[in-house]
């Protein structure tokens, strides 16, 4: 087992395209072809992270929030991230971050808040921007349905609940080949005509090195004439912070105690009680005062997030409850989530869960 096939799986789930401009993901140290004796899993990688890694024979520590933030111009030790790069390479430990990139995927940090919460009817709250393209393509008719049904296997086509989906239209195309061509169809030095099909698919745009490929191994043309445009189409599959719905209304009070509860949550700092039910809640792992307004929008009666400012909770504005249950309350389960989907993919192999603490905020 490599480090590329651990994190292959994850990248299934969380594609590394899916994190945000300002992130950093995907593997931080170590080599993707290094051979994994075990797989600790954590919310962040601290020095005693290490540690446990080393104790439980783990040279893969898969990460949450990326230890390397901002780039590194020494690394002497000085501060707790240059220490942890240090031990991590003196042991041999690689270490993987995904971050933004498991914001962003529809079963990533905010669906497990929801699933904590027991909340049904998702939905994407800030659905990612230019994240669908759209291939045309002209194929010989006879080619046509082959080159379709591969483009469709290579994950094209498909569009929230429907798949197999495409456009096609008939046509004929020209073409003449010079001396140096290896013309399937018609012959050097003369215009030839074909009759085609034309075809348009959509796909995410993490895969489109496997469309390109799909075409190219399947297309029967030595020249393959194709278009790939980026669209303005909002994706509800990719984006970050989620919407549902409780199963039935509960009281604000009664809602909010038992966030309280089922997150583990010291406390919640929350904006003004309305006096109302609470059915729709919008929920953002991590720091969400930026969703504020996209929570107002979507009609949330609640918005549970984290480090919401002084200021930040008058956006309320009597509309909705901002709901501040703290940043690794929030993310905390995370873990959880990535463990369920290792040991899934890869049975009777070492997948551990880590049993530290991160939480560098105490309550008195």
């Known amino acids: 087992m490599k480090i590329k096939d651990i994190t292959a799986c994850i990248e299934e789930i969380a594609p590394l395209s899916y994190a945000e401009s300002f992130d950093n993901v995907g593997l931080l140290i170590g080599n993707y072809n290094t051979t994994v004796t075990g797989v600790l899993v954590t919310l962040d990688t601290l020095e005693n992270i290490v540690d446990e ?17 901002s780039g590194l111009k020494k690394i002497n030790g000085n501060n707790y991230v240059e220490r ?26 905010n669906a497990k808040i929801c699933e904590m919460l027991g909340l049904q009817n998702i939905k994407i709250l800030i659905p990612q921007k230019n994240t669908i393209k759209k291939l045309t393509t002209y194929v010989p008719h006879k080619n046509a349905e082959e080159v379709r049904l591969a483009l469709f296997k290579a994950g094209a086509g498909n569009i929230g609940n429907y798949d197999n989906c495409s456009f096609n239209t008939e046509g004929y195309g020209t073409y003449k080949g010079n001396e140096n061509s290896n013309q399937t169809l018609g012959e050097k030095g003369t215009l030839h005509t074909e009759n085609e099909t034309f075809i348009s698919v959509i796909f995410e745009k993490h895969i489109e090195k496997k469309i390109i490929t799909t075409l190219f191994n399947t297309h029967p043309y030595e020249e393959v004439a194709y278009d790939i445009v980026s669209l303005d189409n909002l994706n509800q599959e990719i984006g970050i912070g989620m919407i549902g719905e409780l199963t039935e209304e509960k009281n604000e009070l009664e809602f909010l105690n038992s966030v309280k509860t089922t997150m583990n949550a010291k406390g919640i700092r929350h904006s003004k009680l309305l006096g109302k039910p609470i059915k729709k809640v919008a929920v953002l792992g991590g720091s969400g005062s930026f969703a504020i307004n996209n929570a107002i929008f979507a009609g949330a009666d609640v918005y549970i997030t984290s480090d919401i400012k002084y200021h930040e909770f008058y956006k309320a504005e009597n509309k909705l409850i901002i709901a501040d249950i703290g940043h690794f309350e929030s993310e905390q389960f995370t873990k959880n989530l990535l463990v369920d989907i290792l040991t899934k993919k890869f049975l009777n192999f070492a997948i551990i869960l880590s049993q530290k603490n991160t939480n560098p905020i105490y309550y008195l």
């Open 84 to 109: 942890v790069v240090l031990k991590a390479i003196k042991n041999d430990i690689a270490i993987y971050a995904m971050h933004t990139a498991l914001d962003n995927s529809f079963q990533g940090v």
């Open 53 to 69: 890694a080393i104790e439980k024979n783990c040279n893969l520590i898969v990460s949450f929030h990326p230890i390397i933030f």
